[in-house]
């Protein structure tokens, strides 16, 4: 694997390596089986989620991040996005996240958990909660966000 760096974004009060150690430590994962081409899943969901935290807390491009765990761009954007899809979808995957995030927020000082937020329609979040009775599809987004995540 690349050295590591001290790349982090601006106003972000965490390295590369902070994250990657962090992350190491989470799951039990040494920085050798990051690289290494196992598709198992106890290794390749750790690895989606480090390219996830890695684009979000440093400055690294996608295919900065790629270099550095020697994949292709393209492997780097699947895994960044499915990241982000599963997260909205996935209770199970987004309460493993969130206590990692919550390692590296505390190491950086801010709060990134609203990078998590994608774009989504008042529809498409409706259609996510269909238990919803009238009344509470009228209310704002936000509180409507909230009862996703809580479910």
Same mark, same amino acid.
């Given at each position: 694997? #690349?050295? *590591?760096?001290?790349?982090?974004? @601006?106003? *972000?009060?965490? %390295?590369?390596?902070?994250?990657?150690?962090?992350?190491?430590?989470?799951?039990?994962?040494?920085?050798?089986?990051?690289?290494?081409?196992?598709?198992?899943?106890?290794?390749?969901? @750790?690895?989606?989620? $480090?390219?996830?935290?890695?684009?979000?807390? %440093? +400055?690294?491009?996608?295919?900065?991040?790629?270099?550095? $765990? !020697?994949?292709?761009?393209? %492997?780097?954007?699947?895994?960044?996005?499915?990241?982000?899809?599963?997260? $909205?979808?996935?209770?199970?995957?987004?309460?493993?996240?969130?206590?990692? &995030? +919550?390692?590296?927020?505390?190491?950086?000082?801010?709060?990134?958990?609203? %990078?998590?937020?994608?774009?989504?329609?008042?529809? +498409?979040?409706?259609?996510? $909660? @269909?238990?919803?009775? !009238?009344? !509470?599809? +009228?209310? @704002? *987004?936000?509180? &409507?966000?909230?009862?996703?995540? #809580?479910?």
């Amino acid at each position: 694997m #690349n050295e *590591m760096s001290a790349y982090s974004r @601006p106003g *972000m009060n965490i %390295t590369e390596a902070e994250i990657i150690e962090t992350w190491s430590k989470h799951y039990g994962l040494t920085v050798a089986q990051i690289v290494h081409r196992d598709r198992h899943s106890e290794v390749k969901i @750790p690895r989606q989620i $480090l390219i996830y935290c890695l684009r979000e807390y %440093t +400055d690294l491009s996608l295919v900065e991040v790629g270099k550095r $765990l !020697e994949r292709d761009h393209a %492997t780097v954007l699947y895994a960044y996005n499915k990241v982000k899809d599963c997260y $909205l979808n996935d209770k199970e995957l987004r309460g493993k996240l969130n206590a990692l &995030l +919550d390692e590296l927020n505390e190491l950086s000082g801010k709060v990134r958990r609203d %990078t998590l937020v994608v774009e989504i329609s008042r529809e +498409d979040i409706l259609n996510l $909660l @269909p238990d919803l009775n !009238e009344e !509470e599809k +009228d209310e @704002p *987004m936000q509180k &409507l966000w909230v009862k996703y995540l #809580n479910r």
